[in-house]
């Protein structure tokens, strides 16, 4: 098992790796500019899960455009390089979560975040990350992975918490499961080549999973921590806020749009997952959707924070207050 300090020595390098990472091919392109029709070019992260799909499918319905931003949009699957990204303006937007932004707050990164995205479900009907195993894995309930290897989409994050939460209230001790890195889109293979006993599986690889194979149902993740979380959140870097106030309104202002646009067109959102996420229509139809909103609970936001200190994911419990931007900016 890592110690918390190998973890931190891990993520630390992650986020370093990220910056070369993105480095490759950017150089003079990197940042925002004005196109010839007078939108300003701005590129966003999105890694392609669920929640993430707002921002895509508001570029497709050209609300991004209405408010005057042309948006590239950068599917990425490894979150850890998304930091680093937007540090380096490389990104100037990019998805992220609250409780992960703990990690980011507690090394004192020059990060704001602009607008949150949504709050978890409460068990297994809308919890839209589960802790699942192969039907014939030899493991049916979460007292039993004492000894095994769970995958988790990254270390020092929101589902490493979560599933030591789980285990911890399943009598488990946490120290005694091997937590392996691997990101949503990977985690179903690695299941099926027996390398892990579970997965906490995110949707809409949650539901490709369950289509692909008979599985347990281990554990409602969000649940295991607390009913109705804050969760998803949208962020950039302190310097592109102060350079370009107006871009990162514009940006707020077609967030909120395509958020109400989401969760008032369900059917909507669940024709583009295919094309977004890489899904089966089938998966599409039947994955858990997120509760989105543009409302943030900063009293559950700290409680997270102090959760995810408590599992020794980050060293203190920052508060995140400093690093809320008004939603949206004034004009």
């Not at 930091?83 to 380096?88: H, K, Q, S």
């Amino acid at each position: 098992m890592r110690t918390n300090m190998s973890r931190r020595a891990a993520v630390a390098g992650l986020l370093a790796a990220g910056v070369a990472l993105f480095s490759t091919g950017c150089g003079e392109d990197s940042g925002p500019r004005a196109s010839d029709g007078q939108l300003t070019k701005v590129a966003v992260g999105v890694q392609p899960t669920a929640p993430f799909s707002v921002v895509p499918l508001g570029v497709e319905q050209g609300i991004f455009k209405k408010y005057g931003l042309d948006v590239e949009i950068k599917i990425i699957s490894t979150a850890s390089t998304m930091p680093p990204a937007v540090l380096a303006d490389q990104l100037q937007f990019s998805n992220w979560s609250f409780p992960s932004f703990a990690a980011l707050a507690d090394k004192k990164l020059p990060l704001k975040i602009i607008g949150a995205g949504d709050t978890a479900g409460r068990g297994e009907a809308d919890d839209y990350i589960q802790l699942i195993s192969l039907a014939d894995g030899g493991v049916t309930s979460v007292s039993q992975l004492a000894g095994k290897k769970v995958a988790v989409n990254s270390l020092a994050s929101l589902t490493e918490v979560q599933i030591k939460a789980a285990l911890k209230a399943a009598g488990v001790d946490p120290a005694s499961v091997e937590l392996v890195p691997i990101p949503f889109p990977d985690q179903f293979a690695a299941l099926a080549a027996k390398r892990v006993d579970a997965i906490g599986a995110g949707e809409p690889f949650l539901t490709a999973a369950k289509q692909k194979a008979k599985v347990n149902f281990l554990s409602a993740l969000d649940a295991a921590v607390m009913p109705d979380l804050p969760l998803s959140l949208w962020m950039t870097s302190e310097r592109f806020l102060q350079q370009n106030p107006k871009a990162v309104r514009a940006f707020q202002l077609a967030l909120k749009e395509s958020l109400e646009y989401a969760k008032s067109n369900p059917d909507k959102v669940r024709a583009f997952m295919p094309g977004f996420a890489k899904v089966d229509e089938a998966v599409a139809k039947a994955m858990i959707l997120p509760n989105w909103t543009s409302e943030v609970d900063m009293v559950k936001v700290q409680q997270i924070v102090t959760i995810m200190h408590e599992y020794g994911v980050v060293p203190s419990a920052p508060d995140l207050s400093p690093y809320m931007t008004q939603f949206p900016l004034p004009e």
